[in-house]
């Protein structure tokens, strides 16, 4: 039973234009939601975090939206670069000593 | 600053052996969690010590265990390996009291069981 769905397997998107890797969730006990970024031969680096009494967070170029009626997020790049290109993985908070559960990734490709 | 640290990076084990994977947290912190990558999908809580115990749990079977030590590093025993558990294992560490809930990951060990 997967709790975390990233349904896009992989995007392309034109370097300079938005890249939108999305994210649904079933258990609306989740209380905090994060997304990582990973290179091959990396482990997986934190971009950004939004809690669940929010619905948008942003740092630079990344901009995350929550929707907890449709129990949705999504993630942002604004502009897209290539240095973006990786696994991007949505994770959300369970319980109360910070257990992650993670979707199966989505692979973003920047492209000039 | 120094960020997570893991090792071995990789590993070659058959079947029925025993692995340690060890992991030192980013400096600071007080909590290591342990998380298993199989290929084409995304890590897998396996379980978190804090204080030297193991505070929580995931799906996994008894012959996973670990060890935290008192400066915070920590050990994943993994016995009687199966070709199944070939795998990515992720250490990521945090801060308990911090209230932020954000992990570190460090680089991984891969394992291969044959």
């Known amino acids: 039973d997967q709790q975390v769905k990233q349904n896009s397997p992989s995007l392309s998107v034109q370097e300079g234009r938005i890249s939108i890797l999305n994210c649904d969730y079933t258990n609306s006990m989740f209380d905090y939601f994060l997304w990582y970024k990973k290179y091959p031969a990396e482990g997986p680096t934190f971009l950004i975090s939004?809690?669940?009494?929010?619905d948008k967070n942003e740092d630079g170029r990344f901009t995350v939206f929550l929707n907890k009626s449709a129990k949705h997020l999504s993630l942002h790049i604004v502009p897209s670069q290539p240095g973006d290109s990786a696994v991007y993985f949505c994770?959300?908070?369970?319980?109360?000593?910070?257990?992650?559960?993670f979707g199966a990734g989505t692979r973003l490709a920047v492209h000039p | 600053d120094a960020g997570v640290t893991q090792s071995p990076t990789h590993l070659i084990k058959t079947r029925g052996q025993q692995v340690t994977l060890r992991c030192s947290p980013k400096?600071?912190?007080?909590?290591v969690s342990w998380y298993q990558q199989a290929l084409g999908q995304g890590p897998q809580f396996i379980f978190q010590?804090?204080?030297?115990?193991?505070?929580q749990r995931g799906n996994f079977p008894d012959r996973f265990s670990g060890h935290q030590f008192p400066n915070y590093s920590s050990e994943l025993n993994v016995n009687a390996l199966l070709l199944g558990d070939s795998a990515l294992y992720l250490c990521?560490?945090?801060?308990?009291?911090?209230?932020?809930?954000?992990?570190?990951f460090g680089p991984g060990t891969r394992l291969l069981v044959l």
């Open positions: 994770a959300a908070r369970s319980g109360g000593y910070n257990k992650l559960i």
């Open positions: 990521a560490s945090s801060l308990a009291s911090s209230g932020q809930e954000t992990q570190y």
């Open positions: 939004i809690s669940s009494i929010k």
């Open positions: 400096s600071g912190h007080d909590t």
């Open positions: 010590y804090y204080e030297e115990e193991e505070r």
